[in-house]
């Protein structure tokens, strides 16, 4: 009975246009198998061919959500993320693979202990990420949206992370006056406003516009933090942030112009401009 309820689900969304078919109808059928809630926490999982009506009902309507469109990740309610896996739903942006390239880049230059701040925090990726890297340091994250502290404040109590604070509002304001970091990540929304309207449905019909739109060709916000930063950076310290792939010359530009040294535009996997490198003079 699952064996012909899975075939009938990988046609329904092949035929609705979804690339990963095979995959999706998998993972969305072995969550509502594998959940406690449907077997009762602490008792033994039904055996694949006993998919109950109720079961299926809740296959059809996920699988209903998604051929209108709606993100994977927001009907199985999770993501992966580096090294976590981070609890996701509407209101939040879905975390990217390019940024665990980030997440590599922030392990790779923090020293392992100090204060890190992770601006425009969302569901808490990269925030969490560096906690959970570094038991050491003391994370502070913020982010404008009410709803996606939500979803970072659920992920840091759900995966123990106690060594990360978050303030909501704009940027680096909401953090104590007087806190200095050693390192200040933050993928803020980058994209000009234009090229938004060029995105796929999935994406514009679900997820909050204000994690994605940036005037000025996408750069207002990136700047607005690299001046921010500048007062709030212990010297010595790096700012890592993700960039759209035309953006690398204007941010270096700016970036040298605000003062920062060792300014460097890195590559994403894909051989694309993303991510701004920049250090706070000694
Ligand atoms: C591109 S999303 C990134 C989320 C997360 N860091 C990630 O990588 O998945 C940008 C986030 O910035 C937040 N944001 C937008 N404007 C902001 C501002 N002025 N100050 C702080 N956060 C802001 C949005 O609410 C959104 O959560």
Known sequence: MTASILAEAIRMLQDGGITNARQEAGWLLNQ???????TGAGQPRRPAADLSPEQEKQLRSRLARRLAGEPLQYIMGNTDFHCLQLDVGPGVLIPRPE???????AIGLFPGHGDICDVCTGSGAIALALAATFPQARVTATDISARALAWARQNASRLQLANVAFYQGDLLAPTPPAARF???????????????????????????????????HGLAIIKRLARAARTRLNPG????CEIGDTQ???????LYRQGYQKVEI???FAGRDRFAVAQQPA
């Open 32 to 38: 509502i198998l594998n959940s406690d809630a449907n």
């Open 182 to 216: 050693d390192l200040l990540t933050a993928n803020p929304p980058y994209i000009a406003p234009d090229d938004y309207m060029r995105l796929e449905r999935t994406v514009k019909d679900h997820e909050p516009p204000e994690a994605l739109i940036a005037h000025d």
């Open 237 to 240: 310290a790096w700012l890592i």
């Open 99 to 105: 940024t665990e390239q980030l997440v590599e880049i």
């Open 266 to 268: 890195r590559r994403d």
């Open 248 to 254: 690398g010359p204007p941010v270096a530009e700016y």
